[in-house]
């Protein structure tokens, strides 16, 4: 894992100010994608951590980690029942699901509890139609 001497002892302290309404475009970026079961949107207990530790080993054994002011973590979901998560590489990594995003990508940050989750969908999709593109 990356280690740091942050307040986690893991990973640094999020900085919210590079992500915040901001606008992003990235041509071929590389990350490395991974599944996890969840139930009814939220993360089986364990399941975050056994696949971030289970690519971040992947992504440490291939000498592609990134350094950690350039790290990036996304996750979404398929369903209900499944998320992904996404990993920046500095490489492309064996054996994994290495995946190349291209786009321009508005960004907000929320934070707090699961139960808003519903209230900022709501509020990212006004933010983006201000914006004039689409969600």
Same mark, same amino acid.
């Given at each position: 894992?990356?280690? +740091?001497?942050?307040?986690?002892?893991?990973c640094?302290?999020?900085?919210?100010?590079?992500?915040?309404?901001?606008?992003?475009?990235?041509?071929?970026?590389?990350?490395?994608?991974?599944?996890?079961?969840?139930?009814?949107?939220?993360p089986?207990?364990?399941?975050?951590?056994?696949?971030?530790?289970?690519?971040?080993?992947?992504?440490?054994?291939?000498?592609?980690?990134?350094?950690i002011?350039?790290?990036i973590?996304?996750?979404?979901?398929?369903s209900?029942?499944?998320?992904?998560?996404?990993? +920046?590489?500095? /490489?492309?990594?064996?054996?994994?699901?290495?995946? /190349?995003?291209?786009?321009?990508?508005?960004?907000?940050?929320?934070?707090?509890?699961?139960?808003?989750?519903?209230?900022?969908? /709501?509020?990212?999709?006004?933010?983006?139609?201000?914006?004039?593109k689409?969600?």
């Open positions: 894992m990356i280690k +740091n001497d942050s307040e986690t002892q893991c640094p302290k999020f900085d919210p100010e590079p992500w915040h309404d901001k606008e992003i475009t990235w041509e071929d970026k590389l990350f490395v994608k991974d599944t996890m079961m969840q139930f009814m949107h939220m089986l207990p364990g399941a975050f951590g056994k696949t971030v530790g289970r690519m971040w080993k992947k992504i440490e054994d291939a000498g592609a980690n990134p350094d002011k350039d790290f973590m996304l996750a979404t979901e398929s209900p029942w499944k998320g992904e998560l996404y990993i +920046n590489v500095t /490489k492309e990594i064996p054996n994994a699901e290495n995946v /190349k995003l291209s786009g321009t990508y508005i960004t907000k940050v929320f934070d707090g509890s699961y139960n808003a989750v519903p209230k900022w969908i /709501k509020e990212i999709d006004q933010y983006v139609n201000q914006k004039g689409n969600s």
